[in-house]
């Protein structure tokens, strides 16, 4: 059963597509023709087919880079500009030998046209699809090139190489969507303003070098002034500011974390100072190079404000000694120019800390010596459209490449990383990653007491138990702050007539639309469709219908209500505050309201996963979370993983406070139908490692991931019926693709050509339609990573060339290591 006989690490070498292969080093960093390779044209016209990326997002099977001329041979990595159609657009030269132009050089266009029926082909040019087979389009020049920006280096481009081919998607569309926004929107000299902005902003005296047309090849960044010289002046201790004295626990991570090589799992307890070992080694790793740069990587936008003023206090030193540039945000609430900004920050060595979402992993980071995630086991590192890349995963690619240190955190690790981070009974192997356990939290800090109620004791309807009314009272009245949590925003999750059972279902989607109170509105959460609430009802013009199920909004107004005349110590009425995607739409607002609850002004948040996580709430000892059933019978295996971190989590917000905490026992309370879950269980005594192991005996005994590989393909389509058919269509060529793989490789004897992928019927997707669009998908499991990465690869020719015959299908995506099944 065990896959680990198979290679199946992310970073093997071997799912590298074949055709990336040729990025070897020394053909990267120089030009990709010589001289002579042209030399059959026109000496007065000697030009240079050079290979171009840009965004064609299609599959990775048909789109490779286009072809281009240039006067001058050019460093893979360069920035240009090239016309594509009507337009001209940003293109990043790509390695990759370009066979003997033949003059007048011409190719045809067959690729492209096959191509545009396939999945996102509208954006499609037919353009000059690569090069070597050519006989009919003349090649068209490189527009421009872009000055000042140095060549995006090797490891970059293997990078997004990787990522393109793992996630089989074009490599164009990987490496573009890989570049900041404006980068793609401006021209050369827009750019070239921005360049002149960002040198300037960044203290650095630009020694004024003359700008040479030609990129050079000397290595990047020793150009346009864009280098950090290091200052002798700084020793590694002056970039610290602040001083605490760490914990046993602290010092034995940091102490291993030096020892070792490789990725760390650091299994802590929320409050255990994990962000300060973080920023310890961050501190050790810049002292130790003064090039070096770190990327510190979070799972939410909304918590990387927090996260950049502790970095920005703690290295205050750095900020001094090298301008404000020196710590860079990357995450995309940020604006395309501030976006632009950092990326150049980065680029140009001058961001010497990086904090970023995931988008940030694949930042430009020339002289990367240290990546952190933290809170690795959060969904929101998996992109969920385009290119449904993992940027967990693509760190543990990325610091292997470049050989550095990658640090996983968290207090529920991902079962993935959790397992490879355990001893393999049996096993000589080490395992892959190296486990830290911080267990305690700091000072005096409990976990909170989890106090479960079980539901089926309460009166029908029940929303808040006496037991936990009364202890919310309780709190507020001793100036405690309270969090209360329910995953469903909205008044109610559905307008309900009692007469003839009428209820607000969307009519775009297999979903109902939210009644929302404050602006009296019914919306879809899926299509965005939004309605006023109908006086009466729609299908027996009953004028009582009323909402049915709880969500937020009714939360709030439920407890002002029950907690009416409820005091805080000073006699001041008790207020009530929610977070939710509907109370933070506003830029700015969520910021502000995160303030009030620090601030002590708010007694009582309610709100939705949203403040369950990262935030340092120090005044809560009371944390409820009202119906957390539905995600135990979910059909996604990952759902009970994802509650009981949500939930561990949630129970992190209290008792934060070491000062406070001693004196007053903080409380996690549940309110469940089924207190003996073992879920609840284990959450009652904060057994994360009994959980994980008995989740991991069901995945194992499943034949589920870690144990096992999955792809989605999903299809969207008019009918269901459309959208299954040319699935199952696609599924009967199976055989056939693995018949050829292994005809392919008749020669090899590698272990994993024996591997069957299984493929699993087609279903309709759990949200089945989303606006008047049917959704189905279908699975598919191997037992060797490697396998997997080639079927999908052939698999993909298949599926492209049966859409044309499906002409109900809209698009169809492949997901690899999906996180929601
Ligand atoms: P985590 O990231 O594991 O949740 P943090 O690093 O945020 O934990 O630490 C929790 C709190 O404890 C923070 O307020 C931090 O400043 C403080 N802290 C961390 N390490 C120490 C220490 N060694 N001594 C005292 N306080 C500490
Ligand atoms: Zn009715
Ligand atoms: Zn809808």
């Known amino acids: 059963m065990g896959s680990e006989k198979y290679d199946d690490s992310l970073n093997c070498q071997q799912s590298y597509p074949q055709k990336h292969k040729i990025l070897e080093n020394q053909r990267l960093k120089r030009h990709i023709a010589t001289p002579n390779q042209a030399s059959n044209l026109n000496p007065q016209t000697l030009t240079y087919p050079i ?24 460093e893979a990595g360069t920035l240009v500009r090239v016309p594509f159609g009507k337009t001209e657009v940003l293109g990043v030269v790509w390695v990759g030998v370009v066979e003997k132009p033949k003059a007048p050089q011409t190719h045809n266009s067959e690729a492209s046209e096959k191509g545009a029926k396939g999945e996102v082909r509208e954006e499609n040019d037919p353009a000059q699809q690569s090069a070597q087979k050519s006989p009919s389009i003349v090649l068209k020049h490189i527009s421009s090139v872009i000055e000042g920006i140095p060549a995006l280096n090797p490891q970059w481009l293997e990078l997004v190489g990787f990522a393109a081919g793992y996630y089989q998607r074009s490599l164009g569309e990987m490496a573009l969507q890989a570049l900041p926004p404006q980068l793609r929107d401006l021209d050369a000299t827009q750019i070239a303003r921005r360049l002149k902005k960002s040198q300037s902003k960044s203290q650095h005296k630009t020694h004024n070098s003359a700008p040479d047309n030609l990129p050079s090849l000397s290595p990047a960044f020793n150009r346009e002034g864009l280098q950090i010289k290091p200052t002798a002046t700084k020793a590694p ?59 510190v990587m979070v799972p939410e936008i909304n918590l990387t404000p927090q996260l950049e003023e502790r970095f920005k206090t703690r290295f205050a030193g750095l900020l001094n000694a090298h301008g404000s540039s020196a710590i860079v945000c990357m995450h995309s609430a940020m604006t395309p120019a501030q976006r632009l900004q950092s990326w150049l920050a980065a680029h140009s060595a001058v961001a010497r800390i990086i904090l970023g979402t995931r988008m940030a992993i694949f930042a430009s980071l020339p002289h990367l010596k240290l990546i952190v995630v933290d809170e690795e086991h959060d969904p929101s590192y998996k992109q969920q459209e385009g290119a449904r890349y993992s940027a967990r995963d693509l760190a543990i690619y990325r610091a292997k490449q470049l050989g550095i240190k990658v640090i996983l955190g968290s207090a529920t690790p991902s079962l993935e990383s959790w397992h490879h981070a355990q001893t393999t009974p049996g096993s000589a192997q080490p395992p892959r990653y190296h486990l830290i356990n911080m267990p305690s939290r700091i000072g005096q800090a409990q976990m909170p007491k989890v106090q479960i109620i079980d539901l089926n004791l309460q009166p029908r309807g029940t929303v808040f138990s006496n037991q936990l009314l009364e202890a919310i009272k309780d709190r507020v009245q001793r100036d405690e702050q309270v969090l209360i949590l329910l995953n469903r925003r909205g008044y109610a999750p559905v307008l309900h007539c009692r007469d003839c059972d009428w209820k607000s279902a969307c009519l775009h989607c297999s979903a109902f639309r939210v009644f929302h ?47 009416q005349g409820v005091r805080q110590p000073n006699g001041q009425a008790m207020n009530i505050l929610r977070i939710d995607a509907d109370s933070t739409r506003l830029k700015g607002s969520l910021n502000h309201q995160l303030a009030q609850v620090h601030s002590g002004e708010v007694n009582i948040l309610v709100g939705t996963q949203m403040i369950a996580k990262g935030h340092d709430f120090r005044k809560i000892t009371l944390v409820a979370a009202l119906y957390p059933d539905a995600a135990l019978f979910s059909s996604d295996f990952r759902a009970p993983e994802r509650l009981f971190s949500l939930l561990l989590q949630a129970a992190g917000r209290a008792g934060r406070d070491a000062l406070l905490a001693p004196t007053r026992q903080s409380e996690m309370w549940i309110q469940t139908q089924y207190p003996d879950h073992p879920l609840f269980q284990a959450l009652r005594h904060y057994d994360y490692t009994a959980f994980a192991t008995q989740q991991l005996l069901e995945r194992e005994q499943g034949y589920l991931p870690p144990f096992s590989f999955q792809a989605l393909i999903r299809a969207d389509a008019r009918s269901q019926s459309d959208a299954q058919l040319f699935l199952n269509s696609a599924r009967e060529h199976a055989e056939q693709v693995l018949l050829d793989i292994r005809s392919q490789r008749a020669n090899s004897k590698a272990s994993w050509l024996s591997v069957e992928p299984t493929l699993y019927p087609a279903i309709p ?5 989303i606006a008047n669009i049917e959704r189905a998908q279908m699975l598919i499991e191997c037992g060797s990573r490697l396998m997997m990465q080639e079927f999908l690869k052939h698999f993909q020719g298949r599926l492209q060339a049966l859409q044309p015959q499906f002409k109900g299908v809209v698009r169809w995506v492949v997901d690899v290591d999906p996180l929601t099944i």
Do not use: W
Request: charged share 20%; aromatic share 2%; net charge negative.
């Open 51 to 74: 290979n171009v990326l840009v965004n064609l997002p299609v599959h990775a099977n048909i789109s490779g880079p286009l072809t281009y001329l240039h006067e001058t041979s050019l």
């Open 517 to 563: 109170k404050v602006d009296r509105t019914l919306r879809c959460h899926h299509c965005g469709v939004v309605e006023r609430v109908p006086r009466h009802c729609p299908s027996c013009g009953n004028a009582d219908i009323s909402p049915l199920g709880k969500g937020t909004e009714q939360l709030e107004e439920l407890l002002a209500e029950l907690l």
């Open 237 to 295: 201790s002056a970039l610290i500011e602040n001083h605490h004295d760490l914990t046993h626990e602290q010092l034995n991570a940091l102490e291993v974390i030096e020892r070792q090589t490789g990725a760390f799992l650091i299994f802590g307890n929320t409050g255990s100072g994990k962000t300060e070992v973080y920023m310890r080694r961050v501190q050790a790793t810049l002292a130790a190079d003064p090039k070096a740069q770190v990327l």
């Open 765 to 769: 997707m759990t949200l089945q339609r």
